[in-house]
């Protein structure tokens, strides 16, 4: 089993497919990241040799910004949000969705399961 950046690689899949267990690493970058090693996507991870391995990770290391490092990085910008007090920073603060979606009837998975207000329904005001 493989192990590149802190994280164990699946050894029954392609290379190109392994790679993508990589937080930031998608199918085109993984793709690439083979092309550039010159390593062949199709070979089973369990294949790969001690010297592909440490190319890959050179290059992961040296070109791209993965994993914890990637992490930390949206992480600091979402506190830059927070701390100059943007618009998208207070929506991150208060858990909404900071994209322009509507809020008054979806957002469930942002916002989690409904807090039901007592004496909220039908209630009407007496002139």
């Not at 090693?37 to 001690?50: G, I």
Request: proline share 6%.
């Amino acid at each position: 089993m493989p192990r590149i950046l802190g994280v164990d690689l699946p050894s029954d899949k392609p290379t190109h497919i392994s790679l993508r267990y990589l937080y930031g690493i998608g199918p085109t970058l993984s793709l690439r990241i083979c092309e550039q090693a010159n390593v062949d996507p199709q070979r089973r991870a369990r294949e790969l040799t001690e010297d592909e391995i440490a190319r890959i990770a050179v290059l992961l290391d040296r070109e791209y910004t993965v994993e914890g490092q990637l992490r930390r990085q949206i992480q600091q910008n979402i506190q830059r949000l927070k701390d100059i007090n943007s618009y998208r920073g207070s929506r991150h603060r208060r858990s909404l969705p900071c994209r322009g979606q509507r809020s008054k009837t979806n957002a469930r998975t942002r916002k989690g399961p409904r807090k039901t207000v007592a004496g909220k329904k039908g209630v009407k005001e007496m002139r």
